[in-house]
C-alpha cells in the first residue's frame, strides 16, 4: 500500500512541526523520503513479526458464545434466502423484532462454515489479524519514518487489539477502521487519493457487519471539525473531499435489508444504558485485567507523544483522540478502537527526518523473515490437527444428559453465555431463554434473567412465568444452592463443570 514520496522542506518556524502561519496539518503532510533499498529490510521482518501475531491471535479455537449464534444465524439465512426480522432462537421473546446487525458476517460465516468447514472461519480469521496487524504497523512506519519506532508505537496499540480479540464481527470493523485511517491519515495512499469511491464502500459494508461503524463516522467527524480548528473548513480543498466521501457514505448505509433499523441500531442500543450497565464489556475496564494493563501503557504512549514528542500535537490531533480515549475509559469493548485511532497521531509526534541506517546483513534479515514465515505455516498445521471449537467451558455433558433423556425441547434456563453454546449445538430443536443479545429482548426478559441467574428474591416466580422446566447452572452459585434447597427441584446431573436441575413431579 505505502509508495514512495518526494521529500519535503522543513517546517520554516523553531515550533515543532508547526507551519510559519502555526498551524499544523496532521495526516496532510508527506512523509519524508527514505532511501530505495535492494532485498529484504528490516521493515519486512517487522511486517512479517506483526503479521505473525495477528494470524496466531486470529487462528485460534471457535470460543466466543456470541460468535455461536452469529454463525446459526448465517446459515438461517442460507437456508431462508433472507434476513431474520424478529428472533429465532429464543421461547422468551417469540416474534420480536430483532435487526440483525451483523448479518452480512454472518452470512460470511455461514458460507464458509458450510463450504470448507469451521477451521475456514479461522483461517478467515487468522488473515484479519494478521492483516490488522500489518495495516496498523506500516501506517505508524508511514508516517514516523522509523523501523523500530514504529514497531513499538504499532506493539502497544496492537496488544490493546489483540488483547480483547475474539471471532466475532468486531474484528472485521478493526480492519475496515485502519482502512479508513489509511485514507484519512495518509492522503497520497491508494486509498487516500479516492476518498470519495473508497469511504463510501468501506462505510457500506461497515454498516452491514457490525455497529461500530458509528465509530468510524464519528472519526471522520471529528477529523472534520479538528481541520476547521486549524484553519482548514470542511468545504474546501481535501476535506471537502473527505465530507463528500462521509456524505455519500452515509446516504448509501441506509441502503441494507433493514432500512433505517440498521442505521439506528447503536442508537437504540445506548439507550439501553441501564441494562448495559450489567454486562461486562459495557462496563468501565479493570486496569488489573489484561486489557486493563494494556489500555494503561497505550494511555502512557500518547501522554508521552503529546508532553515529549520531537512534533507538536495539533488540536485537531487532540480532538480525535480525547473521545476515543475516554470511550475506551467508559467501556471495556472500545479498548481496541482507541489506540488504533491514535496511533497515527502518535507516529507523527515520535517521527523522524530519516531513519537510522540498518544494523543487520541482508542474509540475516531474509532468513528471519523466511523463519517467521515458517513459524505462521506451522501453527496453521497446527491448528488443523485440533477441534475447531474449544468448547470445554460450556454444558457440553450437561447437554448431552438432556439429550439423552428426552429433556430437548423443555424450556430451558441457562446463563446467557451457556446459551450461545446451546444455540450452536441444539438449535433449532432447542430454545433458549436468553443469550447475549441484549438489544433485542424485552426488558421483562431480561429483569427476570437478572433475578434469576443472581438469585435475588421472586427467583422462582421468575421461573415459573416462562413456564421453565429445566435448569442448567453451573455446580456451585447461589442459584445452585436455591434450587438444592428448593422442594420444586430437583438436581438429575451434575459433571465436572455443570449440573442439571427438572421440577419435581
Request: hydrophobic residues 50%; charged residues 15%.
Amino acid at each position: 500500500m505505502p509508495e514512495t514520496l518526494t521529500r519535503t522542506p522543513r517546517p520554516a518556524t523553531g515550533e515543532r512541526g508547526a507551519s510559519a502561519s502555526g498551524a499544523v496539518s496532521p495526516a496532510l503532510t508527506p512523509p519524508i523520503a527514505t532511501p530505495g533499498r535492494r532485498g529484504v529490510g528490516l521493515d519486512a521482518v517487522l511486517t512479517a513479526l506483526v503479521a505473525l501475531f495477528g494470524w496466531v491471535a486470529g487462528i485460534a479455537r471457535l470460543s466466543d458464545n456470541s460468535f455461536f449464534w452469529h454463525l446459526r444465524t448465517g446459515e438461517w439465512i442460507l437456508d431462508h434466502g433472507t434476513v431474520p426480522r424478529h428472533d429465532i432462537f429464543s421461547f422468551t421473546a417469540p416474534g420480536t423484532k430483532w435487526v440483525a446487525q451483523s448479518w452480512l458476517a454472518e452470512l460470511l460465516y455461514g458460507g464458509l462454515n458450510r463450504t470448507v468447514g469451521a477451521f475456514g472461519i479461522r483461517v478467515f480469521v487468522g488473515l484479519i489479524g494478521a492483516a490488522v496487524g500489518v495495516l496498523a504497523y506500516r501506517l505508524a512506519l508511514r508516517l514516523c519514518r522509523s523501523t523500530l519506532r514504529a514497531f513499538a508505537i504499532s506493539a502497544v496499540a496492537l496488544l490493546c487489539v489483540y488483547a480483547l480479540w475474539s471471532e466475532r464481527p468486531l474484528v472485521i470493523g478493526l480492519l475496515f477502521l485502519l482502512v479508513l485511517l489509511w485514507v484519512v491519515e495518509v492522503p497520497d495512499s491508494l486509498v487516500g487519493r479516492h476518498p470519495v469511491i473508497v469511504v463510501p464502500v468501506l462505510m457500506w459494508l461497515w454498516v452491514n457487519v457490525h455497529g461500530s461503524f458509528a465509530l468510524g463516522f464519528a472519526y471522520l467527524g471529528l477529523h472534520l471539525v479538528g481541520r476547521w480548528v486549524d484553519g482548514s473548513p470542511p468545504w474546501r480543498g481535501r476535506e471537502r473531499v473527505i465530507t463528500t466521501g462521509a456524505a455519500i457514505g452515509f446516504l448509501v448505509s441506509f441502503i441494507n435489508p433493514y432500512g433505517v433499523s440498521l442505521v439506528l441500531f447503536p442508537i437504540e442500543l445506548l439507550s439501553r444504558s441501564e441494562i448495559l450497565s450489567h454486562v461486562i464489556e459495557w462496563q468501565s475496564p479493570d486496569f488489573r485485567s489484561r486489557w486493563g494493563i494494556a489500555l494503561a501503557l497505550w494511555i502512557c504512549v500518547f501522554i508521552a507523544a503529546v508532553a515529549r514528542g520531537r512534533h507538536r500535537v495539533s488540536r485537531r490531533d487532540l480532538i480525535v483522540t480525547v473521545p476515543m480515549l475516554l470511550l475506551a475509559l467508559w467501556a471495556l469493548r472500545n479498548i481496541a478502537v482507541a489506540p488504533l485511532i491514535g496511533l497515527p497521531i502518535v507516529a507523527r509526534a515520535f517521527a523522524v527526518d530519516d531513519d537510522a541506517p540498518e544494523r543487520f546483513s541482508k542474509t540475516f534479515l531474509a532468513v528471519a523473515t523466511a523463519a517467521i514465515v515458517m513459524i505462521g505455516l506451522m501453527v496453521g498445521v497446527s491448528a488443523a490437527g485440533e477441534p475447531d471449537f474449544a468448547v470445554e467451558s460450556y454444558p457440553v455433558q450437561s447437554m448431552r444428559y438432556i439429550a439423552n433423556h428426552d429433556l430437548l425441547g423443555s424450556r430451558i434456563f441457562t446463563d446467557d453465555a451457556d446459551a450461545g453454546y446451546v444455540i450452536l449445538a441444539y438449535a433449532p430443536a432447542q430454545r433458549v431463554f436468553m443469550d447475549d443479545r441484549y438489544d433485542m429482548y424485552p426488558r421483562k426478559v431480561i429483569d427476570d434473567y437478572f433475578t434469576v441467574s443472581d438469585g435475588l428474591h421472586g427467583w422462582s416466580r421468575a421461573l415459573d412465568r416462562s413456564r421453565v422446566d429445566v435448569v442448567v447452572w453451573t455446580r456451585h452459585g447461589a442459584l445452585s444452592s436455591l434450587l438444592d434447597n428448593s422442594p420444586g427441584w430437583e438436581r438429575v446431573h451434575t459433571d465436572a463443570t455443570h449440573a442439571v436441575w427438572v421440577r419435581t413431579g
